[in-house]
């Protein structure tokens, strides 16, 4: 139990020194390779930030591995995030990295194989209408279940309609 609340004046400094080795490389590498690096465009994205978050912690507070370790494995999870960016260019290999948006309304028409498919209640698809204001459903152009989880309202418009282009990416099924 002492060992709970008890620590070394050397532990404390090795600590410190750490989180700022570690908090600084972030910053240099965030800098570096932009910032994109936290985004949460893909799940590629987000197994980077999980990443990210891993190392800082570990290198912190583990004494088993060094800052010069935690540096090298952030430097590497940086190398791998700007690399993939750039190969996203392909398509092979942006499908394989990247989720598709889905379309889960398309009006007022609730497209229920896609909110199987995204795994996405009418309850929650509710909440989200309620939360972009919806009060009718006549309101709906259009509900996108994003690539990165978050769900679009598009509003319906009276006088205008939807630029298709929005709309190229987005699998109806």
Known sequence: MDKLFSIS????????????????????????????????????D??????????????????TVSLVEG????????LLQVTVAYARRNKTIRNAVDN??????????????????????EGDLRSKLRQANISKMSEVKAVVFETTGDIT?????????????LMNDVKRE
């Open 9 to 44: 004046e050397e532990g404390a400094i090795l600590v410190f020194l750490s989180t700022l080795g570690i908090y600084l490389s972030v910053i240099v590498l965030t800098r570096i390779c932009g910032k994109r690096s936290f985004s949460k465009m893909s799940s590629f």
């Open 46 to 63: 987000f197994a980077m930030t999980v990443a990210v978050g891993s190392i800082i912690a570990t290198t912190v507070l583990s004494s």
């Open 71 to 78: 540096v090298i494995g952030l430097s590497s999870i940086y």
């Open 100 to 121: 598709s948006p889905l379309l889960l309304m398309d009006g007022e028409k609730i497209l229920m194989k896609n909110l199987r498919k995204a795994r996405v209640s």
């Open 153 to 165: 309202v598009m509003h319906a418009k009276k006088d205008s309609g939807l630029d298709l282009s």
